[in-house]
């Protein structure tokens, strides 16, 4: 496995790969999500192209950037063994040189939900992620259906820009009891980690009650509303309803639908959903 | 020579010219500014692309794009006449189709001089041209020193976006009489085209004044203002000197520097520029 820092390597690297090439960006802090984005690159592509890059354009300012938690001799161990070739650990300084003034900005999709409490950071990921696709020139790139919204963004954007790549979204891995994997659950304690179960246990009570036939979008909300107001430690910022590709909120659910939530558990922020039809 | 519309063809048609690849971005009306970037570009590299493309989104909404001037069959004879192997013509359906919302901005750069007049020019500017660059993916980009801002959004963005594409910058092109060619001087009655050699003639007498020891910025701007003062039918928008990259005004011209002006000729607008250093 090759790690690369700035351009010229990555350029210089990319172009020994045999084609076709899969990238699968993170922020590192690897856990079995990303895992199983890179073995379902390594699965369909003959080359792996991994980036470790903790985005800072992409927190507000008062998020944590700082406390972000990162561990890159134990990621680069962890791409080695899921088969990776090459992986890309540029600095900040090389992303966002001095005097950097271009942005890149999906508009509609990113004024709600996340982007909607969240104001400028899926411009960061979107520009970010526009640089990436530009210095490895994929042809598949591999996000986390966890991150329902930005899944949504990055495809709109590669629709829009024409990138000549798939984006290929994989399912979220789930801890035993249901919590979705995220390098943010280091920040639980015992007891919200407990508690934080609620999220997938709401969601699920909304999935039978859809295959059950209820596909009113006030309904399957409520359900999910009650359940998290049902734990104490868990307080909702939102719940949604939304088509699946434009976000637009729902009435009924009729096509492609996510259902997505965003709890506080104490000062930890989660975020889960699921995708209806 | 080859001519495609939307992106498959594109891409297609794209995959068998030999490189390096030159791109000359046009939108049309083509004279011998536009003639000479593709010359330069013929000369440069093994294949030849060029677009033809009147971008909607480069317009304000009190600007000429409908009344925009269009010739299609001569632009495709003189393209064919001066080398070029493909010329993409796209659809503004294929370039924003419905849903369309991505936008690239480079912001300080373009929040001066033509973008201060013309709020959200370069942000069409720049989403076309990053569009098309991830289209055409060619080796090397050609630019007519005319659209000074514009040579330097585009460059600046090709670094930020770290596209591995060289911006050519190629000399002004000019009439007989110093009037820089351009698709807008078909607009001019015969009086105003008379009149319209101030700009260039203003510039040169800065230049000359540059070339005598007179490096004080707001000196070689006033030789400038009043020349065109001079000429009842030139109403004078803009004088500034600049540096060349940051388009900083200067007080004093010491690197390479830009000596930029636009200038209303009746209901026309012209502009014009010098580099120093």
Redesign the interface.
Known sequence: MKIVTD?NEL?AARHLLPRTVGFVPTMGFLHAGHISLVKAARGECKSVVASIFVNPTQFGPNEDLAKYPRDLPRDLALLETSGVDLVWTPSAEVMY?S???????????TRRLEGDIRPGHFRGV?TVV??MF??VAPDKAYFGQKDAQQTAVVR??T??????IEIVVCPTVREKDGLAMSSRNVYLNPKEREAATVLFRALSVAKVAFDSGEHKAKKLCSLVSAMIANEPLAHLQYVSCADYD?LDELVTVRGKALLSIAVFMGKTRLIDNIVFG
Not at 99 to 109: C, H
Not at 159 to 164: G, I, N, W, Y
């Open positions: 351009h350029h040189p005097g950097y003034q271009t942005w890149v900005d999906v508009e509609s999709l979107t526009t640089q530009i210095a709109r954007m629709k829009d820009l024409d990138f000549p434009t």
